[in-house]
């Protein structure tokens, strides 16, 4: 299991600790003159070499007949095993974002990668792919202010000194004394998710980049990027399904995707189990086709020309039991066009033309709820469940769970899992169209992956 599926369980769905998807970072960057739209975008920090001369970490090899083929091949299947996943022990490599291949020491992909060994392992690393480049930028480095040197000046000049680094130690103790906001990674309650800054570090030209395509490491798919003199790399960087790295090739291409996405089979097991459980929530007989998680997150809605992010109810919604609410808030490109498929912080996205129709109304009970009221989507409706203890006002007798929004199967025209924007590893989205033209996305990887099947079925 991959980091994609790091964050999502049988019923509940949080990314609230990611950070800001690659590619509204990238689009910051990726404004040199001729440059073209942005392709795609993807992070990456570990690097490895398959390369005969080279270690698997790029160092050269003290056996400099060995082939690469084997030391360094059995290295990379073994990071590569189903069988590993990505919960061993901290002692463990980690599991390769891309590996640079070749037929010897010097070629194009080893000269264009190499220097990236001397970044640190933990800074994040962002590659962008425009109609002109491949560019790689780093993570800057934070620079601690050096010590003000002793220049003498006596006992006071030094007590004063002295004086003012402890003012300085007090002052900082305070703040984290102080500061009880809650972390989601580097995330803060209250505060808008922050986009990194980041250095450029080295770039491909489009001219010595002969293709793309989806290749296989052993089981593995992965993004195959190759150079016109036969080396390449491959990019996995949490792709774990031949369906995104598809997907991946079609961005490359500036063609449309048309894999529908989410049949990874990383989170099958967790679907079957999701409806699995919505079947012991739900009526006596009632077949369920799709369940989604409980998902941490805002509702953003696009209502005609107005972009509320995030979004808060329109129409009537049952007074709650709920407490303030301490989650980051959206970042400030989330309120440019398609900008909250990167933001972690948003769950739900919502677009009509006006405040009644369904996807809005759903959203409503989304938003209000907080995203602890679970979509459930049955052969007799669509129902959202809720814990009756959230209610103010419960029914009598109290059921542990009450129906919080029922409407019709009638009122649906469609159901599909997709993937969305240009970020690797692309988004798996739940898509629910209603028959009054309004649709609804979730970030649900789970319910997009029973949907896939319902496709399939």
């Known amino acids: 299991m991959r980091a994609t599926s790091m964050t999502v369980r049988v019923d509940t769905t949080d990314f609230l600790s990611d950070p800001i998807g690659p590619a509204t970072v990238a689009r910051a960057l990726v404004r040199e003159p001729g440059e073209g739209r942005l392709l795609w975008a993807a992070y990456a920090k570990a690097s490895y070499y398959d390369v005969p001369g080279l270690e698997p970490d790029g160092t050269p090899r003290q056996n400099t007949f060995a082939r690469g083929a084997g030391k360094v091949g059995d290295f990379l299947s073994d990071l590569l095993s189903p069988a590993r996943g990505d919960d061993g022990d901290g002692d463990s490599p980690a599991p390769p974002d891309l590996i640079v291949w070749g037929a010897g020491r010097d070629c194009l992909a080893h000269r264009y990668v190499r220097d990236i060994s001397s970044v640190g392992a933990a800074l994040r690393r962002l590659w962008t792919l425009t109609p002109q480049r491949l560019a790689l930028h780093t993570e800057v480095v934070p620079v601690e202010p050096e010590p003000e040197p002793d220049h003498g000046g006596g006992f006071l000049a030094k007590a004063a000194r002295v004086g003012s680094g402890l003012a300085k130690l007090g002052r900082d103790i305070a703040e984290k004394v102080s500061d009880h906001r809650l972390r989601f990674g580097a995330n803060v ?3 808008p998710v922050a986009l ?3 250095e ?4 491909i030209p489009r001219s010595r980049i002969a293709g793309f395509e989806v290749a296989h490491r052993g089981s593995a798919p992965v993004l195959r990027l190759r150079l016109v003199d036969g080396s390449g790399v491959d990019f996995l960087v949490g792709m774990t399904d031949r369906d995104e790295c598809e997907y991946a090739v079609g961005l490359a291409n500036g063609e449309p995707a048309l894999r529908p996405g989410a049949r990874a089979e990383w989170v099958a097991r967790l679907a079957d189990k999701s409806r699995g459980l919505a079947e012991r929530l ?20 696009q209502l005609g020309r107005e972009l509320r992010v995030p979004h808060t109810p329109l129409g009537r919604v ?4 709920v407490g303030t609410l301490r989650w980051p808030r959206p970042a400030v490109t989330s309120q440019e066009p398609n900008g909250w498929l990167d ?8 677009q009509a033309d006006r405040a009644d129709r369904d996807a809005v109304v759903v959203a409503d009970m989304l938003s209000h709820t907080r995203g602890d009221a ?3 989507l049955t ?3 669509l129902v959202m469940l809720a814990a009756t203890d959230l209610l103010t006002a419960p029914p009598d007798p109290a059921p542990p769970l009450t129906a919080v929004l029922e409407l019709p199967p009638s009122r649906i025209r469609g159901v599909v899992a997709e993937f969305a924007g240009r970020s690797l590893p692309p988004k798996p989205l739940l898509r629910i169209d209603f028959t009054d033209g309004s649709t609804l996305r979730l970030r649900d990887p789970i319910a997009a992956r029973q949907a896939a099947a319902l496709v399939g079925a």
């Open 189 to 191: 309650e209250g505060e």
């Open 282 to 301: 739900v009526r006596r007989g009632e077949q369920v086709l799709l369940a989604a998680t409980t998902n941490l997150g805002y509702v953003g809605v």
């Open 343 to 350: 933001d972690p912080t948003i769950a739900f996205w919502a």
């Open 374 to 376: 679970r979509l459930v």
């Open 318 to 321: 049952p007074e709650l039991n």
């Open 379 to 381: 052969r007799d409706r």
């Open 200 to 203: 450029p570090r080295a770039e």
């Open 196 to 198: 990194p800054t980041l």
